[in-house]
């Protein structure tokens, strides 16, 4: 291991979410060259250094995850100020993202530290790649909610959001949540289902909610480990419906408008504020100059 190579700082590293190649070279020289590095599975973590053929101190590789992290932030800190290079990796894709890292990165950036992203896999932004759906705005929603009653609420905050929305799903939980997402989003709303994305099993499957569902319930008779693993789902849930307003309302915006504008660029804006048609809208500012 080549010390002191890197530049002192936290450094934020996604690592391949199955396929080994598809590491970055910047990645590949910060794990061999950070003075510690900081994983949410130390086990995992040795065997992509072991795959990568890199050897490091087993002193120098350290645990991060879910149930330590508030504790391990001190001993981070430490090093960063002892001008130590430290990075960061999840078990697969990018830290922070539905894993653990965001306190740390907080935590480093309040402290004065020098924080760089060493940027690659992240299983929302190479679905949402694949899913071909243009619209915005995006959102992502991370895991469902594990119970069925807080998980239904979740899902309807997700459609009242409307847009392209992205979420994680345990594969245990998998059939469940996708019936209510049929129900709550409609069994009809476009959808790409991925499963295990990059790995030997890899499953990209896009279509309605329920062609997806018969799809997949089809998979299952072949092979009925067809809906396990790491699952990331990808809705197209259509733009936010227009808020219809009523006369008096298109009346008080018209009168705002016309001080501020023409009269045909006041229609305009009315006609996309308040979801009416062209006449609509002129004869609205037409009533606002003659008051």
């Known amino acids: 291991m080549q010390k002191h190579s890197l530049a002192p700082g936290l450094y934020v590293a996604a690592t391949p979410l199955g396929h080994l190649a598809d590491i970055t070279d910047r990645v590949r020289q910060g794990l061999a060259q950070c003075d510690l590095l900081f994983a949410e ?8 250094l072991s795959a990568l053929g890199i050897h490091r101190p087993k002193s120098s590789i350290r645990a991060l995850h879910g149930h330590n992290e508030k504790e391990v932030i001190d001993d981070v800190l430490e090093a960063l100020g002892q001008q130590q290079s430290v990075m960061l990796i999840s078990d697969a894709g990018t830290p922070g993202i539905s894993d653990p890292g965001s306190f740390l990165v907080n935590a480093a950036w309040q402290a004065g530290a020098h924080v760089t992203p060493l940027p690659g896999p992240s299983a929302v932004i190479t679905a949402l790649s694949v899913s071909g759906f243009v619209r915005w705005p995006m959102s992502f929603w991370g895991f469902a909610p594990a119970k069925p009653g807080p998980r239904r609420q979740w899902l309807a905050s997700i459609h009242a959001a409307r847009g392209i929305a992205v979420m994680f799903e345990a594969p245990h939980r998998a059939k469940d949540c996708l019936t209510d997402c049929a129900e709550i989003f409609g069994a009809d709303t ?16 896009r279509g309605s909610i329920h062609e997806v569902q018969t799809s997949i319930e089809a998979l299952q008779q072949q092979d009925p480990g067809a809906a396990k693993g790491e699952m990331v789902w990808v809705f197209d849930l259509g ?21 501020e504008m023409s009269a045909a660029t006041a229609a305009k804006c009315l006609m996309k504020m308040a979801g009416i048609s062209r006449d609509e809208a002129y004869q609205a500012v037409l009533k606002a100059q003659k008051a």
């Open 239 to 259: 733009d936010q419906p227009k808020v219809s307003m009523d006369v008096a309302q298109v009346g008080r915006w018209a009168e705002l408008l016309i001080h």
């Open 41 to 48: 599975d130390t086990r995992r973590a040795q065997s992509l």
């Open 190 to 205: 476009p959808m790409l289902f991925g499963r295990e994305i990059s790995k030997q099993h890899e499953t990209l499957i």
